[in-house]
């Protein structure tokens, strides 16, 4: 079993819809997550960290399952500009990245 | 200012030249990373410095050796590289290497190993 497992995608959504993504992790010992964002063939920028209690940011909702062992994004009101591959990071000691989800809004 | 800048944005380089890559931060962080990200693939950690001393190496392949001159610079040297190594080289800074702190990633440099 991966590290961290995403659903590679894409998911593709109409404008206004909303999403949601996954992310299990199999290391019971992270202490610490996040959700960036990569556009093509630019660098990751953190879109959110992610707290115990869950925490939102506008559009966007993190939540944290430690019981399960999975974070998740919910994104609201789905803009084009959303569209890009959504990365999880898994924190213990290193960072460990999942693969990616892909996700394409369409107008 | 979470502004981390790397330099050159794209590197052209054959098997037996020497070139590097450059890292700078002016955000006083003490903790920075260099991974490496192939094409559809999430970022590979490769080193990590904390406080100017190598902490991390993800054993890299010596052909890659990394340099921390001062704690706003991290350097990649680059030499006898092969044509896998072609892929996007990214350099992430954090306050420091504690599990809670976020990653500023650079905008990366682009190699391609001819």
């Known amino acids: 079993r991966k590290e961290v497992e995403q659903d590679p995608g894409p998911f593709n959504v109409p404008e206004g819809a909303t999403v949601a993504f996954n992310c299990t992790y199999s290391n019971s010992a992270s202490q610490s997550f996040f959700w960036y964002r990569q556009d093509c063939r630019k660098e990751p920028k953190l879109l959110m960290s992610?707290?115990?209690s869950g925490n939102e940011d506008g559009r966007f909702t993190a939540q944290l399952n430690r019981a399960s062992q999975y974070i998740s994004l919910l994104i609201r009101d789905s803009k084009l500009s959303d569209s890009a591959t959504y990365l999880c990071?898994?924190?213990?000691?290193?960072?460990?990245f999942g693969t990616g989800t892909k996700l394409q809004v369409i107008p | 200012d979470t502004e981390v800048t790397q330099t050159p944005k794209h590197l052209v380089m054959g098997m037996t030249n020497k070139k590097s890559l450059k890292c700078e931060q002016h955000?006083?962080?003490?903790?920075m990373y260099w991974y490496k990200q192939k094409a559809k693939k999430p970022p590979e950690l490769m080193f990590v410095?904390?406080?100017?001393?190598?902490?991390i190496n993800e054993s890299v392949p010596s052909r890659f050796s990394p340099e921390c001159p001062n704690s706003s610079l991290l350097n990649l040297h680059l030499h006898a590289l092969q044509p896998e190594d072609s892929a996007l080289y990214l350099c992430?800074?954090?306050?420091?290497?504690?599990?809670?702190?976020?990653?500023?990633f650079g905008p990366g440099t682009r190699l391609l190993v001819l």
């Open positions: 410095y904390s406080y100017e001393k190598l902490s």
């Open positions: 955000m006083g962080h003490r903790a």
């Open positions: 992610v707290y115990s």
């Open positions: 992430a800074s954090s306050q420091d290497e504690q599990v809670q702190e976020t990653q500023y």
């Open positions: 990071v898994v924190k213990r000691w290193r960072v460990t």
